[in-house]
């Protein structure tokens, strides 16, 4: 299982970290991601990173803004959030791939088989 943390509300311009827990089984030999959905939209695609951190790969919205990152010791992903935009506002989920120790980070949510919850990250204006 995957879980998600550190949703909230922020002012726009602000930052917030959210976190992804595995547990039950470690996903540190997969690619790990995180999307975002707006109630009514598809889900998108925010930021990647590969087993063991050396790819990462990004949505065009959140370049130079959002950072990545793991630590597969304590299976744990993270996002870091800076800089934030009323348009940032979404449930963000983290998902894990199923593809072994590949230096690919997939966009397509269609490549990833495990997903937490969700955490309601909200900017306000």
């Known amino acids: 299982q995957l879980g998600e943390s550190g949703g909230g509300t922020v002012q726009a311009g602000g930052s917030l970290n959210l976190s992804c827990v595995a547990s039950?089984?470690?996903?540190?030999?997969?690619?790990m991601s995180w999307f975002r959905q707006v109630p009514g939209k598809e889900r998108k695609f925010v930021a990647g990173i590969n087993w063991d951190g050396g790819a990462t790969r990004y949505g065009d919205s959140v370049k130079g803004r959002f950072t990545i990152s793991r630590d597969n010791a304590k299976d744990m992903v993270y996002l870091q959030m800076t800089s934030l935009k009323p348009e940032d506002a979404a449930i963000y989920y983290c998902a894990a791939g199923d593809d072994f120790y590949s230096n690919y980070v997939p966009a397509s949510e269609y490549e990833y088989e495990y997903w937490g919850q969700g955490t309601q990250v909200t900017v306000s204006s």
């Open positions: 039950g089984r470690s996903y540190s030999s997969y690619s």
